[in-house]
C-alpha cells in the first residue's frame, strides 16, 4: 500500500502547474465556441457606482440583476503612459487586447493601427454593430470600429472608417459628425445609404426598421440623461430598445455575430457626481444586462460579458448620504446647468437663476456667500479639463457635498487629463457559453483576448 501510495505522490507531484489568476482557464480549450458574443460596456462604472444603484433601487437588502451572474472577475484598467486611463485607451484595452497610452484609439502606443475583436468577428464572415448613448464616434464605440491617434481631432474620420469597415449596427448619438459641416463638404449619412444602410433618427423609425444595415444617430452629441427624457419631450429610444433592435438585426443571418452595448452616461453622471442620475443610469444598463441575459439563455449559444473601461470619480455609498433627498431629484445636473443665466457682460451666474435652480431641482438654499463660491470655483476651473462641463459638474459637487456623498473632490478633478477617473478595478460579470473562462484578477487586456481564444481568433500581440 505504501509503495502504491508514492507512485501516486510522484505522478501528482509531475503534472504541470497552472498558474493562479491566469487569464485563460485550462478547461477553455474543450468549450465549443459561442456562435454570438455581446460585450456589455458601463462606462465609469466602479463598484461605488453599482452600490448607489442598488441601495437606491432596491434598498440595503436587494441587489443588481447583474450580480447575479455566475462569472465574476476584477479587472486593472491602467494604461501605457498613465496609471490612470481614459476612455480612449480603456476603449482600446477592451477592444484589441492592448495597452495605448491616453487619446488614442485602435492603435499601439507607436501608432500602429489594430484589429479590434469586432474587426476579427467580422473577418470570419460574422456580423458586428456598437450601440452607444454616448456619441458612436466617441472611446468606446470608435475603439472598436476604427484607429486613429487621436480621439478629439480623428471623430470625424471615426464616422468614415465606421462606414469602410461595414459594421452593420450603429446606434447611438453624435450625427453632428456626419454632417456636410464636419466631412469637407460630404454628406456622410447620405454616403451610408448609398452602401444600403437605413438611416434612423427617433425612436418610433427604428422600431419600424426590418433591414440588415441600420445608421441610427438620435442626437447630434450626447444623448439625453434617462432623467431628463420626459421633461426635453425626447423622441430617442433607450439603450434596451437599441440592444433589442441591434440583436434583431445581427441575429437574422445564421453565422453569428459581434455586439457592444455601452451605458456611456454613467460616467457622465459620475463626472459630475450626480448620485440620482447614477442610480438611474446604471438601472437602465442593469435592465438591458437582464434583457441580454435572458435572451441568451433562450439562444443557448451567446456568451454575455459584462464590464467597465474604467471607474469614473471614486464613487463611494458614505454613512450620512441622504438617499430619499436625492431620490427626489427629478433632473440631471447638465438640466439644473441649462436654466441658469449669465450676469451682462460677466462669466458669473446671476444669483437669482442660481438660487431658483438649487432650490426648484434640488431642494437646497443656498445663501448669498454660497452662491459666490459656486460662481468663483466655476471661474477658477475654466481653461481647466473639460472646461465646457465645469457648471454641471459644480452643481452635481454642491449637491452631493449637501447630501453627504462621497467622490474625488473638486481640485483632484481638474488636476489631471480625465476630468477624475480613478484606478480603482472594475468588476466583470460573465454568462452563457464560454463564460467560465472569466475569473479572477485580471487586466482589461485579457478581456478580447479571452473571447478571441474562445473563439479561435489570432489576436495581435505586442
Not at 473639460?386 to 474625488?408: D, K, L, P, V
Amino acid at each position: 500500500m505504501k509503495k502504491i501510495f508514492m507512485m501516486l505522490l510522484v505522478f501528482v507531484l509531475s503534472l504541470p502547474i497552472c498558474s493562479i489568476g491566469s487569464a485563460f482557464s485550462p478547461q477553455s480549450n474543450t468549450v465549443t465556441p459561442p456562435k454570438n458574443v455581446i460585450l456589455m460596456v458601463g462606462d465609469g462604472m466602479g463598484v461605488g457606482q453599482l452600490e448607489v444603484a442598488s441601495l437606491f433601487e432596491h434598498g440595503k437588502e436587494g441587489k443588481l440583476f447583474l450580480e447575479s451572474l455566475p462569472q465574476v472577475a476584477l479587472a486593472r484598467t491602467f494604461s501605457n503612459n498613465n496609471s490612470v486611463t481614459d476612455s480612449a485607451a480603456g476603449g482600446t484595452a477592451l477592444a484589441t487586447g492592448i495597452k495605448t497610452n491616453n487619446g488614442m484609439l485602435g492603435v499601439s502606443p507607436d501608432g500602429t493601427e489594430v484589429d479590434s475583436i469586432l474587426d476579427l468577428f467580422k473577418q470570419h464572415g460574422k456580423k458586428v454593430g456598437v450601440i452607444s448613448t454616448h456619441m458612436v464616434v466617441d472611446a468606446t464605440p470608435a475603439a472598436f470600429t476604427s484607429s486613429v491617434k487621436n480621439r478629439w481631432d480623428g471623430q470625424p474620420e471615426i464616422a468614415r472608417q465606421q462606414l469602410k469597415n461595414e459594421v452593420d449596427v450603429i446606434l447611438g448619438g453624435g450625427s453632428h459628425f456626419f454632417q456636410p459641416e464636419q466631412q469637407g463638404g460630404v454628406d456622410l449619412i447620405k454616403k451610408y445609404q448609398e452602401k444600403g444602410y437605413t438611416y434612423v433618427r427617433n425612436r418610433s423609425e427604428l422600431k419600424k426598421y426590418e433591414g440588415d444595415k441600420l445608421l441610427g444617430l438620435f442626437h447630434p452629441s450626447y444623448m439625453s440623461f434617462k432623467l431628463d427624457r420626459d421633461d426635453l419631450e425626447s423622441e430617442e429610444p433607450n439603450l434596451i430598445e437599441m440592444t433589442k433592435k441591434a440583436i434583431e438585426v445581427l441575429s437574422k443571418e445564421d453565422k453569428g455575430f459581434f455586439l457592444m452595448v455601452e451605458g456611456a452616461r454613467i460616467d457622465h453622471a459620475s463626472h459630475a457626481t450626480d448620485l440620482t442620475s447614477i442610480w438611474k443610469e446604471t438601472i437602465e444598463f442593469d435592465d438591458t444586462v437582464k434583457y441580454v441575459v435572458n435572451w441568451a439563455n433562450r439562444d443557448q449559444e451567446t456568451l454575455v460579458v459584462v464590464v467597465a473601461d474604467h471607474e469614473t470619480m471614486g464613487i463611494t455609498l458614505t454613512e450620512k448620504l441622504n438617499v430619499e433627498a436625492l431620490k427626489k431629484i427629478g433632473v440631471s445636473t447638465t438640466f439644473i446647468a441649462s436654466q441658469l443665466k449669465k450676469k451682462n457682460h460677466s462669466e458669473e451666474y446671476t444669483t437669482k437663476s442660481v438660487r431658483q435652480a438649487f432650490k426648484n431641482f434640488a431642494h437646497i438654499e443656498l445663501t448669498d456667500q454660497q452662491i459666490h463660491s459656486f460662481n468663483q470655483d466655476i471661474i477658477r476651473a475654466r481653461g481647466k479639463v473639460y472646461s465646457a462641463f465645469q457648471t454641471e459638474w459644480h452643481i452635481g459637487s454642491t449637491i452631493s457635498n449637501y447630501y453627504h456623498g462621497g467622490a474625488i473632490n473638486l481640485e483632484n478633478r481638474t488636476l489631471g487629463n480625465t476630468g477624475g477617473h480613478s484606478a480603482n478595478m472594475v468588476p466583470v460579470f460573465a454568462y452563457g457559453k464560454g463564460a467560465s473562462i472569466f475569473n479572477g484578477v485580471i487586466n482589461n487586456t485579457d478581456i478580447p483576448k479571452n473571447i478571441a481564444h474562445l473563439m479561435g481568433y489570432e489576436m495581435y500581440r505586442e
